[in-house]
């Protein structure tokens, strides 16, 4: 059941509608049952993995709390006590944070483990919905109560929901404790009804809506022609796909993350921001402070910044550096392409251009080149696919079999249009033109215009299937 199907829209209209009538005590089991049959809507053996991440966590945050290394939040509480039991020994307190570091390893070894086993396994076992972004969720929890920065949650419900909460579980972002489970520690006090965050949170929707089918879907169409068959087709060809897949992974994966928000925002709730127009990035390291932001910052904050970061001189930064993205390559997949494709990140890092002294937008062409470079390693299935494309762009550079991308004229037209449309809101978002303020600005009368055009447009040009089937998102395989 996903976003865009419309037992989804069915599915959220009842779900949006109860939660609007129950009181704030009864509003988190309300959004953990329907996250659950949710989740279930894709099987039901994907529950009982996330129901024994979600217990196991649970349990090892009371464990790291009650025994965990006394800084951050627990700092003050144990100066308080220090100086009565200034004389006693130690010799308690080393083992009360052996046993949690202990307690800290075992646990997310155990969550590495997990993720593992589905991911890389060799016999066919099925990759548990969202998996890939509920465990790290759990990893920078565990990690964040053993630091002693966030308190353990003590309401498994609310810690379940956390975990659970269906407009982020298929494909993230990955939550912070200190944004998500905070929110809703406080849901009785949400903003629910407020007439200002109904229509932004509804515009959002609508705006991913149209990323995906409009866009993403469209787009989807020739670059699976060309990248299923590549042999059949020219250089120019896989060229021109390669570049329309750097759009069809954004609009696709910034498309559910929009409409994610905008149903949690329906909700009461607001979750971080995933993307910051990544193709108006001028550096490698621009391009990851705009691009899977949750995915960026964990890895920053929990391998990273560990790991030394840049302290340690340039050559153990770089080390560094190619160790997270690495992480980041295999977190995707289990082929070598995904791990030649976070190198190939590392390695941009390292030798950036962002102290290069030529024009901004030369810089963001330069990057916008790299990027879609490294989407090629990162679409094809292998790396001899890989190699073999490569080959045919350079002993076959010519337009061969335009008619094989399976698009119509009329379907090129809006193909352009809608690149286009995300081109310009990105450049002048970055300018500081902000489209969904404009557009909210606006009175009833024309508000409701640019809402149906919308709309019809995705019920008109949309890409759909047999009875409006739709696709899945591109970011549930990982």
């Known amino acids: 059941m996903g976003f865009t199907s419309l037992a989804f829209l069915v599915f959220f209209s009842i779900v949006w509608l109860v939660y609007l009538m129950l009181p704030g005590r009864f509003r988190t089991v309300w959004l953990l049952a329907a996250s659950y049959v949710f989740l279930g809507t894709f099987g039901t053996k994907y529950l009982a993995v996330l129901i024994g991440s979600t217990l196991v966590t649970w349990v090892a945050g009371l464990i790291l709390e009650k ?77 964040d109560v053993y630091r002693g920065t966030v308190r353990a949650e003590h309401n498994l419900l609310n810690f379940a929901l956390f975990q659970a909460f269906f407009p982020k579980l298929v494909q993230g972002p990955i939550e912070r404790s200190g944004n998500l489970l905070r929110q809703i520690q406080n849901i009785g006090t949400l903003p629910v009804r407020d007439p200002e965050r109904i229509r932004r949170s509804a515009l959002l929707l609508l705006w ?56 949690a925002g329906l909700l009461g709730f607001d979750l971080l921001v995933n993307f910051k127009r990544p193709y108006q990035a001028d550096s490698v390291q621009d391009f990851w402070r705009r691009w899977h932001l949750s995915l960026s910052s964990f890895l920053r904050d929990y391998v990273y910044i560990p790991l030394g970061g840049s302290r340690r001189g340039r050559f153990r930064r770089a080390v560094n550096i190619l160790i997270t993205f690495g992480i980041s390559g295999i977190w995707h997949g289990t082929g070598f392409h995904f791990l030649l494709w976070g190198l190939l990140h590392g390695i941009g890092q390292i030798f950036d251009i962002k102290n290069w002294k030529v024009p901004r937008a030369v810089k963001r062409v330069l990057i916008f080149l790299f990027v879609d470079a490294t989407w090629m390693v990162f679409r094809v ?67 409701c215009l640019i809402y149906t055009a919308l709309l019809g447009a995705v019920l008109i040009f949309g890409v759909y299937g047999a009875a409006y089937d739709t696709s899945g998102f591109l970011y549930t395989q990982f």
């Open 67 to 143: 025994y965990g290394i006394t800084n951050g939040v627990k700092k003050a509480e144990a100066e308080s006590k220090a100086m009565p039991e200034a004389g006693k020994s130690s010799d308690s307190e080393q083992k009360k944070s052996s046993l949690a570091t202990g307690v800290f390893v075992a646990v997310v070894g155990f969550h590495v483990a997990v993720l593992c086993f589905f991911k890389y396994n060799r016999s066919n076992i099925a990759l548990p919905i969202g998996i890939s972004f509920y465990t790290f969720q759990a990893i920078g929890y565990l990690t």
């Open 208 to 263: 991913g809506l149209c990323e995906k089918l409009l866009i993403a879907d469209r787009i989807a169409i020739p670059v699976n022609a060309v990248y299923s068959q590549f042999g059949a087709f020219g250089g120019v060809e896989i060229i021109l796909a390669t570049a329309l897949y750097a759009f069809q992974i954004y609009c696709d994966f910034a498309g559910y993350t929009d409409m994610g928000r905008g149903i």
């Open 381 to 447: 299935n292998s790396l001899g696919d890989l190699k073999g494309m490569l080959r045919v762009i350079l002993t076959n550079f010519r337009l061969q079999d335009f008619a094989g991308m399976q698009l119509g004229s009329f379907e090129w037209v809006l193909l352009v249009f809608g690149i286009l449309a995300v081109i310009a809101k990105d450049v002048l978002n970055e300018k500081g033109f902000a489209f969904q303020s404009w557009i909210l600005e606006r009175n009833a009368v024309l508000r």
